[in-house]
């Protein structure tokens, strides 16, 4: 396994909206050892919650890698998808 729990090697996650693409994230990387304790904060559409959806395996990046715990998600099926869920990632909604 990994030595990091988490990382993003240039992610990007972009959005159409109507004649407008809104860059959520563009080119953001980032690791996380493991037992590391780390906080995500900025202003309101900077794209926290766009890189913890993400992270937690409900949206796919625009371009880029996502690891979890040493294994890449981008060509995960749903199944897969939903194992690291269930067995790798805890969410606290606000």
């Not at 563009?26 to 037992?35: A, E, Q, R, T, W």
């Not at 949206?59 to 067995?87: C, H, K, P, W």
């Amino acid at each position: 396994m990994s030595e990091h729990v988490i990382e993003l090697q240039d992610v990007r996650r972009f959005y159409v909206v109507g004649d407008f693409v809104v860059k959520a994230l563009d080119g953001v990387s980032l690791k996380i050892p493991k037992g590391a304790f780390t906080a995500i904060m900025g202003p309101s559409g900077s794209g926290k919650s766009t890189m913890m959806n993400l992270i937690g395996c409900l949206d796919t990046a625009t371009s880029g890698y996502i690891f979890i715990d040493g294994v890449m998600t981008n060509d995960l099926d749903e199944a897969e998808l939903a194992f690291i869920r269930n067995q790798k990632i805890g969410f606290v909604f606000q």
